[in-house]
């Protein structure tokens, strides 16, 4: 369960604090910002591991259903995720009131920032990325964490051009989207390493569910969202995120493990 709750405290902190340095950020550096929000924070935290745990929190995976003991469960789940994601996300944002981030100190002057060329800039830093992975691809055994760095970019870039949906509805339903699209495909992995396969295809199924499924969904903006709307559609947008989520596990788990098959996957093997 700490797999699913640090990341998400994390992000929603570090969320907060950005958005209440908005004003500032933003207006002077608002590429810088949005890399920081919808890329930094955006890929750290991720909806879709939350919704998988989630779901099999309520259906009991791998053991004797208990309908009233894993329906807490699942509740159980919600509620500390949702709980501690919403507490770090204000006190990211109280931060700023104990350490004010100047600019001035901290960041290159403004005549320096727009002297580079940002699209150079964001390509030289994606060609590090990627050859920094390539090499510890071919000379580690990391395997899966390198193959995850490649991978997630694609992810993180997919949930942006989904985002340019939000405003055009009362619900941001880019964010959901992004969510949902994540949220199957991490369940659609998650069975097929029920079962043993090759080497190569569960070290790239590992990497797609962290790196793509991570980057591609995420809370901390979910939660940033929610706090923003009215108090009547952010209950819908919570509520509506949630039972669809769980509804999707409903069809592909569910639907899987009523064949008798068992939910416990299998790790993959040198």
């Not at 109280?94 to 600019?103: A, E, I, N, Q």
């Not at 060609?127 to 090499?135: D, E, Q, T």
């Amino acid at each position: 369960m700490h797999a699913v709750v640090l990341p998400q405290i994390l992000g929603c902190y570090l969320m907060g604090y950005f958005e209440a340095n908005k004003d500032w950020l933003y207006q002077k550096y608002p590429h810088l910002y949005l890399g920081l929000t919808t890329g930094l924070c955006g890929s750290i935290t991720s909806f879709s591991s939350f919704a998988l745990a989630t779901y099999l929190s309520f259906a009991g995976a791998n053991k004797a259903w208990e309908p009233g003991a894993d329906f807490f469960n699942g509740i159980s789940v919600i509620v500390l995720v949702m709980g501690l994601s919403f507490a770090s996300y204000v006190a990211g944002k109280h931060l700023k009131s104990v350490w004010f981030l100047d600019p001035e100190r901290y960041l290159p002057c403004e005549n320096v920032y727009y002297s580079l060329q940002r699209t150079q800039v964001s390509l030289v830093g994606l060609a590090i990325i990627y050859i920094a992975s390539i090499l510890i691809l071919v000379l580690t055994d990391e395997k899966t964490s390198s193959l995850s760095v490649m991978i997630a970019p694609l992810g993180t870039f997919a949930r942006y051009l989904l985002g340019t949906f939000n405003k055009m509805h009362r619900i941001p339903l880019g964010t959901l989207t992004a969510n949902l699209i994540a949220t199957v495909i991490i369940m659609a992995v998650y069975i097929s390493q029920t079962t043993p396969t090759s080497l190569v295809l569960c070290i790239f199924l590992s990497s797609l569910v962290v790196g793509f499924c991570g980057c591609l969904s995420t809370i901390s903006t979910w939660i940033s969202e929610l706090h923003k709307l009215d108090l009547h559609d952010a209950y819908l947008y919570f509520t509506g995120t949630m039972t669809i989520s769980q509804l999707v596990g409903l069809v592909i788990l569910g639907s899987f493990s009523w064949s008798g098959r068992s939910l416990n996957p299998v790790l993959c093997h040198r």
